[in-house]
């Protein structure tokens, strides 16, 4: 069974602080990976999506792939309290649908 | 960027009713669209995947003759909820895949269902 894991928290940073989420998942061949933001009552908005190892960079977003150790993170900088939402990390396998990740809920405190 | 459009946004329905949802590809051409459902504090759970032109392919547990999906053009799939029951209430999303410009997964913006 194909599987995404993520701690679901709540992750509480304070307000400037440096949010690191995390996500592991179990087949080793998925090709791409996704995480996505998702305010209570909403739906999921594409944050940042990765497909080779290594750091991916986009404003105060960055995120890491280790296909070896089937990791992928999603770190955010200068974090505000309108980063607070639940994150989901989404992984795309060969079939070409996403599993996703129960999510991670985060908290930046003022 | 690509926008998926999903109606209606909420809607609440008597026992035993049938309701429909709509999503749509407002900017670009889904052959693939993916039915999600989500209930409280829980993650999505992929329902069905709707393919245009063909029959949709459904998830483990997932009935196929309660939750109908059609997908008859390129930028329209509908999922219709057949003899809603209070159970059935959830946040129901939908998404696309848009392979023309690397967007990856858009989705639509939710259909909150109640049943009464």
């Known amino acids: 069974q194909k599987e995404v894991e993520q701690n679901s928290g709540p992750l509480s940073v304070p307000e400037g602080a440096i949010a690191s989420l995390n996500c592991t998942y179990s087949?080793?061949?998925?090709?791409?990976f996704f995480w996505y933001r998702q305010y209570s009552g909403k739906s999921p908005e594409l944050i940042m999506s990765?497909?080779?190892?290594g750091d991916k960079e986009d404003g105060r977003f960055t995120a890491q792939l280790n296909k070896a150790s089937q990791y992928v993170s999603l770190l955010i900088r200068d974090s505000q309290p309108s980063d607070s939402a639940t994150y989901l990390c989404?992984?795309?396998?060969?079939?070409?649908?996403?599993?996703f990740g129960g999510g991670t809920r985060l908290m930046v405190k003022p | 960027g690509a926008v998926v459009s999903q109606h209606p946004s909420r809607v609440i329905c008597k026992s035993g009713t049938s309701v429909k949802i709509e999503c749509r590809s407002l900017?670009?051409?889904?052959?693939?669209m993916f039915w999600y459902r989500q209930f409280p504090k829980q993650s999505l759970m992929l329902m069905a995947t709707?393919?245009?032109?063909?029959?949709?392919?459904?998830e483990q547990g997932v009935e196929k003759d309660k939750f109908l999906i059609n997908h008859a053009s390129l930028t329209l799939s509908t999922l219709t909820v057949t003899s809603a029951h209070p159970e059935d209430s959830s946040f129901y999303i939908c998404?696309?895949?848009?392979?023309?410009?690397?967007?990856?997964?858009?989705f639509g913006s939710g259909t909150r269902l109640t049943v009464v």
């Open positions: 087949d080793r061949g998925s090709q791409s």
């Open positions: 989404a992984v795309n396998n060969a079939g070409n649908m996403l599993t």
């Open positions: 998404s696309a895949e848009n392979r023309n410009d690397g967007y990856g997964y858009t």
């Open positions: 709707s393919n245009e032109g063909s029959k949709a392919t459904y």
């Open positions: 990765i497909y080779s190892n």
């Open positions: 900017d670009f051409q889904a052959t693939t």
